[in-house]
């Protein structure tokens, strides 16, 4: 059962940071691309970054760059997303997600993440 817990949301003012964590079981960590994600009300969920398996290849939401950084602990088996300079259009629920094949490319196309966090609140107020 494979299981990602996320962790470090919260409420924050717009120029600030948070870190979210997302604690992974279930399965050998190391062998699986993963990805953070977000959801805001009343739009789609999209990927705002996604770490290869070794961490070596990252990719981000154009909105994104530059102010976040993905990055993954693999002795740990943790995923990291650091937020830097948040903004109020950040605000949402975030996600954290896993590659379902293992030693697969990591991608951006969402259907290749077959196992999901329950998600964290971030909330960046004005």
């Known amino acids: 059962q494979v299981q990602l817990v996320e962790s470090g949301g919260g409420l924050v003012q717009a120029g600030g940071s948070l870190r979210l964590s997302c604690q992974a079981s279930g399965r050998t960590f190391s062998t699986y691309a993963m990805g953070w994600f977000r959801q805001a009300p009343g739009k789609e969920r999209e990927l705002v970054a996604g770490?290869?398996?070794?961490?070596?290849?990252?990719l981000y939401a154009d909105s994104v760059k530059g102010r976040f950084t993905i990055s993954r602990d693999n002795a740990k088996n943790t995923v990291y997303l650091q937020m830097n300079s948040l903004k109020p259009e950040d605000t949402a629920v975030y996600y954290c997600a896993s590659h379902t094949v293992s030693f697969a490319m990591l991608t951006p196309d969402e259907r290749a993440f077959g196992f999901w966090g329950q998600g964290t609140q971030v909330t960046v107020s004005s």
């Open positions: 770490i290869s398996r070794s961490g070596g290849g990252t």
